[in-house]
């Protein structure tokens, strides 16, 4: 088996990256819209909501885990962007992590489209629809309810990621509370656990792009086309990234701007650069070497966060 | 970023404080609100009242990881009260945790009432009401069972937050059972959420003033007015005091009085001052300088808690 | 408060150790029960059978929480006389420890009456029974399903309790899987939530008889009496005991006997005399003296267990 | 006690290692099949179908502690192939491990069979069937739902199990995320419940052969027969043996390929031969003897798991 490896082993940083985005994205949805359809097509009898919401949650903690070690474990168009905009991930990389991330959650869409192939297929008597009673496509992306208004579904997606990034920041940020190493992805899936169950029946919480544009793809080009709410579609996209930034300010102005500086090495980040920390240190804007020592950058210090 | 942060940083530790307190308490809300909103409005479809269990609960402990490392995460105006009581809190700062405390209530209810404003007027048809078959009122604020009297809320609220009381200072004793560093924020939720699943159904454990008096002033001018049980409101902002008052005796006289001295420093806490244990030492009545070094007061001495 | 607590102190470790039993079953059976209560008296709109097992299993985790580093957090007759069986608890702290279950557990089904009454009288119209469909007297104690043979119902909480103590046993094997420190309670609580889930139906996983015995005395004594299945009290109290040194049997033979032997010092346990092992050392037949030194009883060695 | 231990001690380590994959597939199957009867005998009044995930889930975390620091925690017949396959896992102990985990699987089955006795022959009136609505067969092993053809069982097994895979793969490499120690466990239980709760509701998600196999031979021969759908059986058994390979395969080429290679040293696998990576370790083809001491293989070098 390593000489397999050894042999197909790549080198360039941006593709190995891209591949573990990629399948991350993929475990996050996989789980996610396989918990939608197992809810849909039983009518209830072998889950209901909280279960689709514990399948995108803990789909979250374990594409964290599959990717983060490789990639920083964005898997969320509207968090690349934020990073870039803010000058802590190169824009350079984006479009490539952004292609990698709508892939991966195609390529999901498909397999659980494959995996519920009998189950839809008898379910909907053979109709692929986006409304009614056997309805069926919102397994794949997200559908506001009826009484929701477009402005009202904006405003949603706004206040979901950013509540999503303030509590992700405060998970990442090493001057507030610490957590315990390596629990990181399961607190993350917690916040998205919580965010689903206060604010998910408005229109489904995509809270990210990439979630919304892969399986709207692929049900689209998989025959349910896209019946009603044709308007919809761009405020999964958008709303989240508006929503990141709204809420990377708010933590930054309410908490990350007064923390008191530390000392004489106040403008120098000291935290150590392990795994763990690599999204907080990018946010940070300090350039992350993963192969560069892991533990601790000022010698005879101990690392802080460990 | 950083130059805009350096520019708005706030030295007045009272002032970084109060801002902690008040996202700590609007993450709690946010989350707490939302999940019975969401339940109430889509009529059990989209959550059951295990939800809103788990929405205060996760609620509470992102609350937490927000606040923690700046304001010590007190998010309960009975907390900071019984710490002002046993002159472990300066009662000053008192009046502007709770001002924060109450405000970041507010503000959450509001966001909520924005985020299901259209689920709202849709299932109320546009009727803000207290009471009957659409009432939206306990979206906000805690009402009591109709078959319970006034001395029924109080004794709940004060068995309710006693049995908190007890559980957090178990988890903070340093003698007791040491828990895992980082963990504290999860495991303070999990008390929450234990105690919605068993005192829950007579009047909506508020067991924070805060928690009850944001989101009642915002739902009194938002235009739900205070139809009925209007002698209630009162009842959740006494109680929790006293509730928290007599948990702390209970622990303080069945477990914490008979820990053994540890010996010639039995009087001087041997704690690290970390931001981990901040509450706990502030419950023993040690002052924390937030600002000093975090790794241990006694040299040559390992940390005890770690 | 501290010159409060100096002059209360007690300087009795078994009155101590009393204190801290009665305690910890104390907040088991004022979760537990109230969480039968709330889902009796709201006939199941905030709460179902799982709310239930969550509650016995969290309130597990706290009672352990609140008691361990003082008691050892037995909790449970059975454990504490599977211990004396094995030599490894002191014949003469029984009775105490016994008594102290029983009252923790009596005094929480008081206070759940208390918090409950107005409920019970509003669900059962005033009539405390114990069959019927308003019956009330299974918030208390646990009464077997109608098919449900009385030896049916021995077996069933002899495999309960024995698989209980396998887990608990397997948690607490420091030759066998290190679990995380100080997660200890939530890891036997969710066993006890595994449990629930597994095999609560028949007739309620007392699977302890101090649970069982002192809700069923206080509901005798308060109005409820001893209608029907008169001959089902002794099941709950004699089963668990048997079990649970079923279970010690079957993980020490299958297990625990056949560990390595580590070597010159296979005879002295060479673990570290922390809090967090006290049970673990004293299911093998080690005193633990909780006022010595914490760390490490070999010097220069370090806690494998850490 | 230690004395009997002693006279009974089984110094075979094949021997041990066998009791133990017993004991927890044992647990695995006691607990989850308990639920799933729990479920079905109360029709559904204590428990739903996301009690039978969590019964599988925790009941995977436990089978792991009980099992994992004596022979691994294969627990799966299909992880146990692959290593072979892989050439990390001796092909002599194959069919020890394999016999050892089905023998687990059907006693649990039998045990459940024992505790629920009164509840089957109540709920089916004394009449052990495979289909229609008082069945039964489906506590012990995996149905397929009706619209469900073998192809597309075939292919749920596949993805399920592949999925599955992926997830523990990365879990156990050292060069992603990293895990809090001792909590390897619990996050495999997580990854079950995830899968139950979106890939469970076409054929009941057996994921492994023992599981499936131990109990329908438990039930063929107990009275349940093998009514219907007589040719679903192999797929259970074959399926999750190529799921498991397709998903070493997904993860080895997507992810563990192109880890950077790790300097000097990186043939030499630096990490700790702690029971927490054993797993990990023999998935890299390194022998692990569990009696070497546990702390750290290359000298004054830190151990870059912990």
């Keep these: 088996?390593?000489?397999?490896?050894?042999?197909?082993?790549?080198?360039?940083?941006?593709?190995?990256?891209?591949?573990?985005?990629?399948?991350?994205?993929?475990?996050?949805?996989?789980?996610?819209?396989g918990a939608v359809a197992q809810v849909t097509t039983s009518e209830s009898t072998k889950g209901h909501y909280i279960s689709i919401n514990l399948g995108f949650a803990l789909g979250t903690t374990f594409g964290i885990y599959v990717s983060r070690g490789v990639s920083g474990a964005h898997l969320n168009p509207a968090v690349s962007l934020s990073l870039c905009v803010l000058g802590r991930h190169p824009w350079m990389k984006l479009p490539f992590y952004i292609f990698a991330q709508v892939l991966g959650a195609f390529l999901a869409a498909a397999t659980t489209a494959l995996q519920y192939y009998d189950a839809i297929m008898h379910f909907s008597n053979g109709q692929l629809t986006v409304t009614g009673p056997t309805a069926t496509a919102g397994i794949f992306a997200t559908y506001p309810a009826e009484y929701l208004s477009l402005w009202g579904g904006f405003i949603d997606q706004v206040i979901g990621t950013g509540v999503l990034m303030v509590c992700i920041l405060a998970l990442g940020d090493h001057r507030n509370t610490p957590i315990p190493p390596g629990l990181a992805p399961v607190l993350v899936g917690l916040v998205v656990l919580t965010i689903g169950l206060s604010m998910g029946s408005n229109c489904g919480y995509a809270l990210n792009?990439?979630?919304?544009?892969?399986?709207?793809?692929?049900?689209?080009?998989?025959?349910w086309g896209d019946q009603g709410?044709?308007?919809?579609?761009?405020?999964?996209?958008?709303?989240?990234?508006?929503?990141?930034?709204?809420?990377?300010?708010?933590?930054?102005?309410?908490?990350?701007?007064?923390?008191?500086?530390?000392?004489?090495?106040?403008d120098t980040p000291d935290l150590c650069q392990t795994l763990d920390n690599k999204l907080a240190l990018e946010m940070e804007g300090v350039e992350v070497d993963m192969n560069a020592p892991k533990y601790c950058p000022t010698e005879g210090q101990e690392c802080k966060t460990t």
């Design 229 to 266: 709410r044709g308007g919809w579609w761009w405020v999964p996209l958008v709303a989240p990234c508006v929503g990141a930034l709204v809420g990377a300010m708010v933590y930054g102005l309410l908490i990350e701007a007064h923390h008191p500086e530390a000392g004489p090495d106040a």
């Design 209 to 223: 792009p990439a979630r919304d544009l892969g399986p709207r793809m692929y049900s689209y080009l998989a025959g």
């Design 1 to 33: 088996m390593d000489s397999v490896f050894r042999r197909v082993r790549i080198r360039s940083n941006l593709l190995r990256e891209s591949l573990a985005e990629c399948l991350g994205v993929y475990i996050i949805i996989v789980f996610g819209c």
